[in-house]
């Protein structure tokens, strides 16, 4: 039997998966404007496609739409996807890095074209996700929780950034002109955008090529004040090619973006979490004086071949490509003085996947079989260089550390009557070398080059749904994440590789949800729990004590978390529509033989629910209200406290949005923290006292957006 809602096909076509572990998306789909849930969304990818209605998990789908009128008051991507999806943590907004970002408690990986991203080696930049136009984004696919099928990296879920694709048999074309300010000081906080697209899709060959600029001004806090943060500049261009080759598809993606930073704004150390501002934040002067060599490149290509119905199979190859390299030119204060620190970064990889997909009619009952093999390289080097000699090495963040991964899995799936049945293995094993690559060991922090020992994981995943009727599922299943220790931070000074202990850890999440539709109302309800004995994390290096820089080393801790979520949309007419999401989770961790204690919000959410309002008076002309209530968190006892964990404060935020349609597109004006509230963002509450800073106050963004 299947059901209405939603017939979305999902292929999330991510590194080490097929789409059997994808699930439902109601609120995301028609949230905020989006498509009703209960029509057919076409979700492409490098895997096996899968309806919504088919898989036993939770996986937020924003669409176009949906992430079009979150960019009218926001362009920041994890902030619109922190309003949009339920279970996230994201990390400090304003520094643009999604090294802290959260799902369910557990990092999350970024793909973008089901082209993993993360600097998983090192967790540094992570600034992948905004390595591309935010207007370039057709839809992004959220997984939340662990998998089994994405292999190591990937604990907490995923997040799979894809863009834009040719959509009509005419050629199309794309513009967006955007353009906003802080209303508590504009000068100098503009930020301003223009992104252009063409395309066209015929029977045997389609193409789409974008291209933005950016060009992003300082932040102010309610009072006028500066907000800590960069300036910057951006250029990004985003190509899509398919063409039809012999019996099956060719389809080339490209992502280009070309980011160069500009002034600095920075705090001088005196905030005290809870009782004092950052109220001191000034430009950083005097700038580093090779500042003009700064900037951030990112590349990300794909290419697959879909061939269906051979050998009784439909088969894909897809290979990729990801590059990322940072130049970094900071000038830092540390007790009053300034510092000059320069590294250079490279964050790479190159993959291939191949996966079958076997169905089998037995007698009224459906079996299909997934199976395949991923492989990738992943590289990592960040040297501390000296610009003025040339950029001659004189130390390390990180080592040059590479890391092979091979992997096979097989995933059955079996249908009978009103139930769907789905599991399966994967096992993966790692190759890991420290490398010779600016190797000195005269420096500070050499690491002797040399192999790493090998080391596998096995991770399982059993699921189920469960037709109650035609509008009504009930769904769940175990499934098992993966981690790896930071490869370099665990190689930064190893004088023997074989002693470098990368330490593959799993962690176990059970899930039981429902979803589905009563009347006009669309929801989906699930709830979690996942427990692992050696989750990866850090802590400060204890031999580098009062020094400007502070390396983290890896830490292992046993984490226990668990939650609920829950979406719903009323269309109440025409004119109105109504929705929520509600995110609630707990913690804790605990070294071996300590007492557990509980996460923060730098780690989880705290209780929160997004409400929002929609209404349309007459044809044309929307507006929308959200608002978002993130709870109080009083988990620290005073001790605790002493050591540094911080209880959170309650915020509530607003944000408002109109547009109308004009000529071929639609003119909009929005305005992020409608009520110019003072806040401190949650996750930088909990993150310590260099973050106790008020996030920026009221802003206003005009936005134009057409196709022709």
Known sequence: MKLPFPATRLSLGLAAATALLAGPSHAQQSLFGGEPASQAVTVTGARTPKVLSDVPSSVSVVEQEALREQLEVNTNILGALDVLVPGLTVSQGEFRSGCSTNIRGRPAQFLINGVPTNDNLRRSSCKSLFGLSPFAIERIEVLRGATALFGAGAPGGVINVMTRQA???TLQADMVVQYGVNTSEPSGTAESTIYAGLGQRQQAWDYYLGGAFQDYGARRNPDGGLVPGSEFRATSLNASLGAALGPGRLR??????????????????????????????????????????????????????????????????????????????????????VYYFDSDAENERLG?????????????????????????????????????????????????????????????QWRSGPWLLTGGVRYERFSGEVGSRGYDPTLPQAATPGKTPDFSLTLWNIGFVYDIDPALQLFGGFSQGAEISEFGRAARGATDPQLVNLDGATSDQIELGLRGRRGPVDFSFA???????????????????????CPLIPLRLAQRLYGFELTADWKIDRQLSLGTLLTYQKGTFNEPGAPRIPFGTDTISPPRATLYGEFEPVAGWRNRLQATWFGKTDEYDEAEQAQGYRNTESEFLMDFATSVVLGPGRLSLGISNLLNRKYVNVTNQAS??????????????????ARF
Not at 533 to 549: H, M, R
Not at 688 to 705: I, P
């Open 688 to 705: 310590g006292d260099f973050f106790y800073y008020l996030s920026e106050g009221r802003r206003a963004t005009l936005t134009y957006q």
């Open 252 to 337: 080339f993606t490209a992502v280009y973006n070309d980011e160069d930073p500009g002034r600095v704004y920075a705090t001088d150390f005196t905030a005290v979490s809870g009782d004092r501002f950052a109220d001191n934040i000034f430009e950083v002067k005097p700038p580093n004086p090779y500042a003009g060599q700064a900037g951030t490149r990112q590349t990300v290509l794909a290419l697959s071949y879909d061939l269906p119905d051979t050998w009784g199979h439909d088969l894909n190859f897809t290979t990729y490509w990801h590059d990322e390299k940072l130049k970094q030119r900071d000038a830092e204060f540390f007790e009053g003085d």
């Open 352 to 412: 291939l996947r191949a996966t079958a997909t076997r169905r089998f009619d037995l007698s009224g009952q459906d079996l299909e079989l997934t199976y395949g093999l991923d492989w990738v390289r992943q590289s990592y080097y960040r040297p501390i260089i000296d610009p003025a000699a040339g950029g001659a090495v004189i130390g390390y963040v990180s080592p040059e550390v590479t890391l092979d991964a091979t992997a096979l899995f097989v995933q059955p």
């Open 167 to 169: 959509t009509s048999d």
């Open 527 to 549: 709830v979690f729990g996942s427990d692992s004995d050696k989750a990866a994390n850090l802590q400060a290096d204890p031999s580098c004590a009062g020094e400007p820089l």
